[in-house]
């Protein structure tokens, strides 16, 4: 399985961005998808996850109410519609896929990653 993340780039305070994941090599419809984040000098860490069927989803404390995940199974592709960014939001953002089709906030849990996406937000 491949994963190419797109959709980042520089946004005002405020604004908004749609991230998108597309899987190659296999469908991906049977896994849990996620979305990390990695600011300079920091941890990956977990950001949003939906479920294999797109029935459940899963935020980051930082990410409730403002970034929304989705998935298109028939395009093989997980997205994530960032609303109200602020600075702190900016990182390189990875998409993940995890095997266990449940959603899955530890890093451990997938199996498949991205070569991410840069988020920069100004202030």
């Known amino acids: 399985v491949q994963l190419q993340a797109s959709g980042g780039g520089l946004v005002q305070a405020g604004g908004s961005l749609r991230l998108s994941c597309a899987a190659s090599?296999?469908?991906?419809?049977?896994?849990?998808r996620g979305w990390f984040r990695q600011a300079p000098g920091k941890e990956r860490e977990f950001v949003a996850a939906?479920?294999?069927?797109?029935?459940?989803?899963y935020y980051a404390n930082s990410a409730k109410g403002r970034f929304t995940i989705s998935r298109d199974n028939a395009k093989n592709t997980v997205y994530l519609q960032m609303n109200s960014l602020e600075p702190e939001d900016t990182a390189v953002y990875y998409c993940?896929?995890?095997?266990?089709?449940?959603?899955?906030?530890?890093?451990?849990?997938?199996?498949?990653w991205g070569q991410g996406t840069l988020v920069t937000v100004s202030s």
């Open positions: 993940a896929a995890s095997i266990t089709g449940w959603v899955e906030s530890s890093t451990s849990k997938y199996n498949y």
């Open positions: 090599g296999r469908t991906c419809s049977n896994y849990a």
């Open positions: 939906v479920n294999w069927s797109g029935g459940s989803t």
